[in-house]
C-alpha cells in the first residue's frame, strides 16, 4: 500500500535556549568547518555566490522545482486534513473518557464520597447529585446454546421455585410452631402446679395480658400487700420464671438472739440453705412469703418499740433490743439470707429465741385476722376524724411473758430457801403452785367449745400473765399468792395480790386484813417475812407452856414472860430479812441467838429452834 500516508505523531519540538548559547555555538562551527583558522572573509563569500547559483538555476531545474511545490502544496492539504482527523478522533477520546470518569465517579460517591468528588466534572456536579447512581454485581448466565428459551420452561421453573419456598417456609413455621406450643405446655403446667398447690393466680393489676399470683397476705398492710404478688414470666425455654417486682430486695429472716456481754448465748438462726436453683415454684413461694411476712414483723416491731421505752425496749441501729434474765437481752434483727454468716448452732440453745420467734409470727397472723374480723363489720358513720392505723401489739405479750416468768422464779427460789431454812429449825412450811398461765398442758376438753385450739392458743397469748401459789406456815395458815403482770396500764409490770384463807383465831394474823396488795416484790418479800415470824410466834404459844408467855404488841415477832429469879423479863424473838430466819432469847439469865441461812441445811448437831424453846419454855 504506497498510497498509505505515514505520519509521526511526535510532539512539536520546544525550543531549547541552550541551543542559542555561545558556547554552544562555537562548539557546532568547529565540528563542522574545523578551526576557526580556516574560515576567512574570501572563504565566506564564495559560499555565498554557490547558494545563490543553486537556488536560482536552469529552468528544468525550474521546472522540477514546480513539481516539487505543487506536491508539496497536496501533501500539506493531506496533513492539514489528517490533523483534522487526529483532533477529532482525539476529542471523541476525551470526550468518552470524561465520560467514564463522571460516571465511575457517580458510582463512587455512594460509598467513598470525599474522594469521588475530586474527579466529578463542573457540569455533573451540578445537575446529579451525590449518590444518586448505584450499581450492583448481577450473574451472568450461561447460554444454553439456544437463543430463544421455552416460555413454558421458565414458568414451570417459576413455579417449582415458589412451591419450594413455599414449602421451605411451612417447614420452617411448623418447626417453630411445634418449639412453641413445647414452650407453651411446659409453662401452663408450671401454671397449673401453682394453682394446684393453692396458691391464687390472677391477672396482674394495669397489666390484664400478664398472669400473676399472690403469695402475700390480703390483711397485711398495704405496703406488704401490694408487694405480695409475682408476675409469671415466661423464660425462652418456656419454663416459669417469679418476677416479684423492683421493691423486692432479696430473701429475709428474722433473727431472735440472746445475748451477754457480746457473746450469743441462744439464737433462732438455723443452718443456711444451700442454694438450689431447681427448687420447685412453690418452695420459692413459700421462701418469699415468709420473708415478706418476716419483714412486715420487724417494721412492726419498730413502730411498737417507740411506745415501750419504759419496759426498757430500745432500738439499737437495726436491733430490738429488751432485757431478759437479768443482765442478759434479747436482740430481734432481719438479716438478709444471701449474706447470713454461717454459724455454729449445734452448741447454742435455741429453745428461747424459736419460741420469740413463733410467738412473733403467731401474733402477727392474730393481728391479721384482727383487721379481717374488722372489715367484715359495718363501716363506721362517716366522719371528718382520719382513721389511724392500729398499732399491733406484738412485743407486749413477750414481755409479759418474760418479767412474769422472771418473778415467779425470784419468788419460788425465795419461798423454797424460806422453807429449807424453816425446816432446818425444825418448822414446816409448804409451798406449791396452784395455777399458771405459762403452762400450756392443759387438755383440749378444757378449752372452750366456741374457740379452735389456735384461737385458744392467741388467747393465752395475748391475756394477761396470771400465776397461783399456795403457802401453809408453821401454825397451819393457809395464804393464797396471785401474780398478775401486764404492761398495759395502769399497772405496767406485776403486782401481787396476797389472801389469807385460814388462820387460828389465837394467831397474831387473825386482826391483818384477808386481801393486801402489792406492786413490788420487795415489800411482798418482807411482808412474807413478816407474817412467817408472826406465825411461828403464835405456834410457840400455842403450846402448854406457852400460855405463860405473853405478846409485848400483836404486830412484833416475840413473846416475853415474867422470870422467877429475875427482875428482867424472859425474852423470845424471832426474825427474817436477808440472811435467813433468826432467833433471840434470854431466859433464866441466860442469852442466845441462831440463824438459819435460806437455803442451806443446818450442821448435825446444831438443835432446832424447836429443841431450843424446849428447853427453855
Known amino acids: ?79 492539514a486534513g489528517a490533523r483534522e482527523e487526529i483532533i477529532k478522533r482525539v476529542g471523541e477520546a476525551y470526550n468518552t473518557s470524561s465520560q467514564a470518569l463522571d460516571l465511575v465517579s457517580l458510582l463512587l460517591t455512594g460509598h467513598v464520597p470525599k474522594v469521588a468528588e475530586a474527579t466529578v466534572s463542573p457540569y455533573v456536579r451540578q445537575a446529579i447529585p451525590f449518590g444518586s447512581l448505584g450499581a450492583e454485581v448481577m450473574q451472568v448466565t450461561q447460554d444454553a446454546g439456544s437463543d430463544e428459551v421455552s416460555e413454558d420452561l421458565v414458568s414451570l421453573g417459576w413455579r417449582m421455585r415458589s412451591l419450594t419456598r413455599s414449602a421451605d417456609s411451612l417447614l420452617t413455621s411448623a418447626t417453630r410452631l411445634e418449639q412453641e406450643v413445647e414452650r407453651e405446655t411446659t409453662y401452663w403446667l408450671q401454671v397449673l402446679a401453682i394453682k394446684a398447690a393453692g396458691w391464687p393466680v390472677c391477672r396482674l393489676p394495669g397489666d390484664r395480658h400478664a398472669l400473676a399470683v399472690r403469695f402475700g397476705f390480703a390483711e397485711a398492710h398495704a405496703d406488704f400487700r401490694d408487694r405480695g404478688i409475682a408476675v409469671l414470666r415466661r423464660n425462652e425455654d418456656g419454663s416459669v420464671e417469679l418476677d416479684y417486682g423492683q421493691r423486692w430486695d432479696g430473701e429475709k429472716r428474722l433473727s431472735v438472739c440472746v445475748v451477754k456481754d457480746g457473746r450469743t448465748l441462744a439464737t433462732s438462726k438455723e443452718q443456711p440453705a444451700a442454694t438450689d436453683d431447681n427448687k420447685s415454684l412453690a418452695q420459692r413461694l413459700t421462701r418469699a412469703r415468709n420473708s415478706l411476712f418476716d419483714e412486715e414483723i420487724y417494721h412492726e416491731l419498730n413502730r411498737e418499740a417507740r411506745n415501750l421505752v419504759n419496759q426498757e425496749v430500745r432500738c439499737v441501729g437495726d436491733n430490738v433490743c429488751f432485757p431478759y434474765d437479768g443482765d442478759s437481752q434479747i436482740e430481734i434483727s432481719l438479716m438478709d439470707v444471701a449474706e447470713e454468716s454461717p454459724l455454729d448452732v449445734s452448741s447454742i440453745d435455741k429453745t428461747t429465741p424459736a419460741a420469740i420467734a413463733m410467738a412473733l409470727r403467731l401474733l402477727l397472723s392474730h393481728a391479721h385476722r384482727q383487721n379481717l374480723q374488722r372489715r367484715s363489720q359495718p363501716p363506721l358513720p362517716i366522719t371528718d376524724a382520719s382513721i389511724t392505723r392500729p398499732l399491733y401489739s406484738l412485743l407486749r405479750p413477750i414481755l409479759e411473758i418474760i418479767q412474769h416468768q422472771s418473778m415467779r422464779k425470784s419468788l419460788q427460789a425465795e419461798l423454797s430457801g424460806l422453807g429449807v431454812a424453816l425446816s432446818s429449825a425444825g418448822l414446816t412450811m409448804s409451798v406449791e403452785e396452784v395455777f399458771s398461765s405459762l403452762s400450756w398442758n392443759r387438755s383440749i376438753d378444757d378449752l372452750p367449745n366456741d374457740f379452735s385450739i389456735t384461737e385458744s392458743l392467741i388467747k393465752r397469748l395475748i391475756l394477761p400473765r396470771h400465776s397461783q401459789v399456795a403457802l401453809r406456815l408453821p401454825q397451819q395458815t393457809n395464804l393464797k399468792l396471785d401474780i398478775y403482770t401486764s404492761v398495759f396500764p395502769p399497772t405496767f409490770g406485776t403486782s401481787f395480790q396476797l389472801t389469807t384463807l385460814s388462820t387460828a383465831a389465837e394467831s397474831a394474823l387473825a386482826d391483818m386484813p384477808a386481801v393486801l396488795h402489792f406492786t413490788t416484790i420487795k415489800k411482798l418479800r418482807e411482808h412474807i417475812w413478816y407474817i412467817t415470824a408472826l406465825d411461828i410466834i403464835s405456834a410457840f404459844r400455842a403450846w402448854p407452856k406457852g400460855s405463860l408467855w405473853i405478846m409485848p404488841s400483836r404486830y412484833q415477832a416475840a413473846l416475853e414472860r415474867k422470870a422467877a429469879s429475875s427482875v428482867r423479863k424472859d425474852r423470845l424473838s424471832v426474825y427474817v430479812d436477808q440472811e435467813g430466819f433468826k432467833a433471840f432469847w434470854q431466859c433464866n439469865g441466860r442469852t442466845g441467838s441462831r440463824l438459819w441461812k435460806f437455803g442451806s441445811r443446818a450442821d448435825e448437831g446444831v438443835p432446832s429452834l424447836v429443841e431450843v424453846v424446849k428447853d427453855h419454855l
Do not use: C
Open 1 to 79: 500500500m504506497t498510497d498509505q500516508l505515514l505520519i509521526s505523531l511526535r510532539p512539536w519540538p520546544s525550543d531549547d535556549k541552550t541551543t542559542e548559547s555561545l558556547p554552544y555555538l562555537i562548539a557546532r562551527i568547529n565540528e563542522q568547518r574545523g578551526s576557526f583558522r580556516s574560515i576567512t572573509e574570501a572563504s565566506l563569500e564564495e559560499e555565498i555566490r554557490a547558494a545563490e547559483t543553486t537556488e536560482h538555476g536552469s529552468p528544468a531545474n525550474n521546472y522540477d522545482d514546480v513539481e516539487d511545490s505543487q506536491d508539496s502544496k497536496a501533501k500539506g492539504e493531506e496533513l
